[in-house]
């Protein structure tokens, strides 16, 4: 039932029509805030835990950014560059940029394969956000079978009532 359950979903994030958020519409994920986040952790470190993202980021304007926004989908509100220096034609898009990251440093380690793939190559926006949901996806079936594993060693040593 886990490996169908998997199956499914990995489907259904690869073959779904080509959208930016890797399949799913934008209202029903964030998973892109998660490795931005992770990116302004890599430039800023546990600042973002004390500043909101408007107070550690810049606002990129101009043709780049007007087409990323188009190729995205994203919202023009969500979209912040580290620094100058950054291509502004791959901007992070971070929602709720008025507060401090409310993500553990779990998350962080978690999204740093995409955080650093994103941030230091040419993968596109779409390529990343496929590559998010299908670690997420795996990362949560494993869990399922950890903890189908663990409830059928418990069971198996339950003590049997005495004599």
């Known amino acids: 039932m886990v ?3 998997f ?3 990995t489907i259904f994030v690869l073959l779904t029509p080509r959208h930016p958020y890797g399949g799913l ?5 964030d998973h892109f805030s998660h490795y931005g986040s992770a990116i302004l952790f890599l430039h800023k470190g546990f600042a973002v835990y004390r500043k909101p993202v408007r107070e550690l980021t810049l606002r990129p304007q101009g043709d780049p950014v ?3 926004l188009s190729e995205t989908q994203g919202r023009d509100y969500e979209v912040c560059q580290i620094g ?4 502004r034609s791959r901007p992070l898009l971070i929602n709720r940029q008025e507060f401090p990251r409310p993500y553990p440093p779990g998350v962080f380690l978690f999204t740093a394969l995409e955080a650093l793939l994103y941030d230091k190559t040419e993968i ?3 390529t990343i956000n496929k590559l998010f949901l299908l670690k997420t996806l795996v990362a949560a079936h494993l869990l399922v079978l950890v903890v189908i594993q663990m409830l059928r060693a418990a069971n198996s040593r339950q003590v049997p009532d005495g004599p």
């Open 7 to 9: 199956l499914l979903t």
């Open 66 to 68: 007007d087409e990323f």
């Open 25 to 29: 519409g934008y209202w029903c994920t």
């Open 3 to 5: 490996a169908a359950s």
């Open 124 to 126: 596109s926006f779409l």
């Open 84 to 87: 100058e220096r950054q291509d």
